[in-house]
């Protein structure tokens, strides 16, 4: 049993959307991330609070180093796809730095990042062929649950929220960040940010043209959906106008 939580060999049954698995992750993400916020709302000890924030941070750290080291162990380490430069994986070690340091700059380019990227990986889900029970199973949504907790905590219990300046330091660093990952990807045969193909599992890039057209359109995607992002506190902050 303990070999196959572990094994490089992929699940028999791939992980679809909305199949019984994938649901179980959504249920799942979602009692956690609202059990934990309600604790943390209800503790009113400022130590505590912290103390669990900085709890917090110390699992993410364990979550994200445990993939490289059982990835290395069995072998499927590479660098095409193993480096920490996607947008999620960067988020999540972000996220990391954010809660230690309650750092509101870090926290208005993860506030899109998590709602734009994480949210859409934990909803069309790409577990690269592994399934439950499988390790990598249960680390994919831990990884991309933690970036949207991180964001959640700063929004709900730090009291902050982005604003149009955000969204623009956002978009200029997301887009400063493409140009330098896209030679990377010709270099180790990447697809990092997934600038080179479309994602194996459907996504709304499948609605997008055929690279390299797929380039401008997902970029016209990116900032539509960053935009529906920060919508929610367009329409409040003209209510209370």
Not at 47 to 73: D, N, P, Y
Not at 207 to 213: A, C, R
Request: proline share 4%.
């Amino acid at each position: 049993m303990f070999e196959e939580l572990f094994t490089p060999d992929v699940s028999d049954r791939a992980l679809y959307l909305l199949s019984d698995y994938h649901i179980f992750a959504l249920l799942g993400i979602s009692f956690t991330l609202t059990l934990v916020l309600w604790y943390a709302i209800y503790l009113d000890d400022h130590e505590k609070r912290s103390r669990l924030r900085i709890g917090l941070a110390s699992f993410m750290i364990i979550v994200e180093a445990s993939w490289h080291v059982w990835a290395v162990s069995v072998g499927v380490w590479h660098v095409n796809h193993a480096l920490p430069l996607h947008i999620c994986s960067l988020a999540a070690i972000l996220s990391i730095f954010m809660l230690f340091q309650r750092s509101y700059s870090i926290f208005e380019v993860l506030y899109f990042w998590a709602f734009a990227g994480a949210v859409q990986a934990i909803a069309t889900p790409d577990s690269r062929g592994y399934n439950f029970p499988h390790f990598h199973y249960f680390w994919y949504f831990t990884t991309h649950a933690n970036v949207l907790l991180a964001v959640m905590w700063m929004l709900i219990i730090e009291k902050v929220r982005p604003t149009w300046h955000s969204w623009r330091k956002t978009f200029v660093i997301t887009t400063l960040y493409a140009v330098i990952i896209y030679p990377i990807n010709m270099f180790t045969g990447g697809n990092y940010m997934l600038l080179m193909q479309k994602p194996a599992v459907p996504t709304l890039a499948d609605f997008l043209d055929v690279w390299p057209g797929y380039l401008f359109w997902l970029y016209v995607v990116a900032v539509i959906v960053g935009t529906m992002c920060y919508l929610p506190y367009v329409i409040s902050d003209a209510r209370r106008r």
